[in-house]
């Protein structure tokens, strides 16, 4: 086995020991065939208030650029489905903040990723990113083989199907590179058909700025009047047009204790949302990624469903 393919196995065999998904892996250079589509979202401004999105193109687009001297960019999937879902008829959250901020979850285990590849291959300069605006993570997975774009613009597995967090590490060794696995959307719609808010402008288009992640997350003005009663209880992010996704019937619970939620938080009934307190958000979301709308962001939320 040469060099590259040995340390590309190494680092393979350490992603699935740290517990990730699937690893894939490809060349650090401009990715082309996104330039385009970024500047048409942006120009369209799908990105709505978030004006991240708008800041470091060229970075965005070009990881040499982002970590100098950059070879790969080493993409990972790391499963969040849960045990057991929130009770029926109650305000819900997205799947992926049911338990500890995911930021942490993974940055812990890209550190060790990147600790072993140091101490069994050699220094390299890298850096770690989990859900960070300059990496275009759903672009880079889709080009290492770990799944596809689908119409609803989440990255998706025929064999696990698309609720999981990306991360990458970018880093300045050369390694053997995979390609692009294929599209198998087919004819289906559903979950353009399923969208309240029809955010899914047209096939593989998400205009953000009509999402209901993007009202209930990142929105920090009121919530737009013309928008009441479409968002069918999601308090906090939305997962309808993954729900209704076929591949997702292949989704498996994931084996991280720190994505369990605080036991109370899958039992609080429409009731109970609606009367939390300070204490109560401080309690269930302890570490969570729901503390990014705050407290009050969450009232909010659950009092423009009511
Ligand atoms: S997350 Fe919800 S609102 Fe956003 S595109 Fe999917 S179904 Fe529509
Ligand atoms: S619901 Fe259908 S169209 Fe949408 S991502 Fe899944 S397979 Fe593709």
Same mark, same amino acid.
């Given at each position: 086995?040469?060099?590259?393919?040995?340390?590309?196995?190494?680092i393979k065999?350490?992603?699935?020991?740290? +517990?990730?998904?699937?690893? +894939?892996?490809?060349?650090?250079?401009?990715?082309?065939?996104?330039?385009?589509? =970024?500047?048409?979202?942006?120009?369209?401004?799908?990105?709505?208030?978030?004006?991240?999105? $708008?800041?470091?193109?060229?970075?965005? =687009?070009?990881?040499?650029?982002?970590?100098?001297?950059?070879?790969?960019?080493?993409?990972?999937?790391?499963?969040?489905? @849960?045990?057991?879902?929130?009770?029926?008829?109650?305000?819900k959250l997205?799947?992926?903040?049911?338990?500890?901020?995911?930021?942490?979850?993974?940055?812990?285990?890209?550190?060790?990723?990147?600790?072993?590849?140091?101490?069994?291959?050699?220094?390299?300069?890298?850096?770690?990113?989990? !859900?960070?605006?300059?990496?275009?993570?759903?672009?880079?997975?889709?080009?290492?083989?770990?799944?596809? &774009?689908?119409?609803?613009?989440? =990255?998706?597995?025929?064999?696990?199907?698309?609720?999981?967090?990306?991360?990458?590490?970018? &880093?300045?060794?050369?390694? /053997?590179?995979?390609?692009?696995?294929?599209?198998?959307? +087919?004819?289906?719609?559903?979950? &353009?058909?399923?969208?309240?808010?029809?955010? &899914?402008?047209?096939?593989y288009v998400?205009?953000?700025?009509?999402?209901?992640?993007?009202?209930?997350?990142?929105?920090?003005?009121? =919530?737009?009047?013309?928008?009441?009663?479409?968002? /069918?209880?999601?308090?906090?992010?939305?997962?309808?047009?993954? !729900?209704?996704?076929?591949?997702?019937?292949?989704?498996? @619970?994931?084996? $991280?204790?720190?994505?369990?939620?605080?036991?109370?938080?899958? /039992?609080?009934?429409?009731?109970?949302?609606?009367?939390?307190? $300070?204490?109560?958000?401080?309690?269930?979301?302890?570490?969570?990624?729901?503390?990014?709308?705050?407290?009050?962001?969450?009232?909010?939320?659950?009092?423009?469903?009511?």
């Amino acid at each position: 086995m040469n060099i590259k393919a040995k340390n590309t196995s190494l680092i393979k065999t350490e992603a699935k020991r740290l +517990g990730f998904l699937s690893c +894939g892996i490809s060349k650090a250079e401009f990715l082309e065939l996104e330039a385009p589509r =970024l500047e048409r979202y942006l120009n369209q401004n799908f990105h709505g208030e978030m004006d991240y999105m $708008e800041h470091h193109f060229d970075k965005r =687009l070009d990881p040499t650029i982002l970590v100098e001297g950059s070879k790969s960019v080493i993409s990972l999937l790391l499963n969040y489905y @849960p045990n057991k879902l929130q009770q029926e008829d109650t305000y819900k959250l997205s799947k992926y903040a049911y338990g500890k901020d995911y930021h942490f979850v993974i940055k812990e285990k890209l550190k060790e990723l990147l600790h072993t590849i140091e101490s069994e291959i050699g220094a390299v300069n890298g850096r770690a990113f989990v !859900d960070s605006a300059p990496v275009l993570d759903k672009a880079w997975a889709a080009k290492s083989g770990l799944g596809w &774009i689908g119409k609803h613009s989440n =990255l998706l597995t025929q064999q696990v199907g698309s609720f999981y967090f990306i991360a990458e590490l970018i &880093i300045d060794l050369e390694l /053997e590179y995979d390609g692009a696995t294929t599209d198998h959307c +087919g004819t289906c719609t559903k979950c &353009i058909d399923a969208c309240p808010t029809d955010a &899914i402008t047209e096939p593989y288009v998400v205009d953000g700025s009509k999402c209901i992640s993007y009202f209930t997350i990142e929105l920090k003005d009121q =919530l737009p009047e013309s928008e009441k009663g479409k968002f /069918e209880d999601w308090m906090f992010g939305c997962d309808i047009c993954q !729900d209704v996704c076929p591949w997702n019937r292949f989704s498996q @619970p994931h084996k $991280e204790p720190l994505f369990n939620p605080h036991p109370e938080l899958l /039992e609080m009934s429409k009731k109970d949302w609606e009367e939390i307190t $300070e204490d109560i958000f401080r309690k269930v979301f302890q570490k969570s990624a729901v503390k990014r709308t705050k407290f009050t962001g969450l009232t909010r939320n659950i009092d423009f469903l009511k």
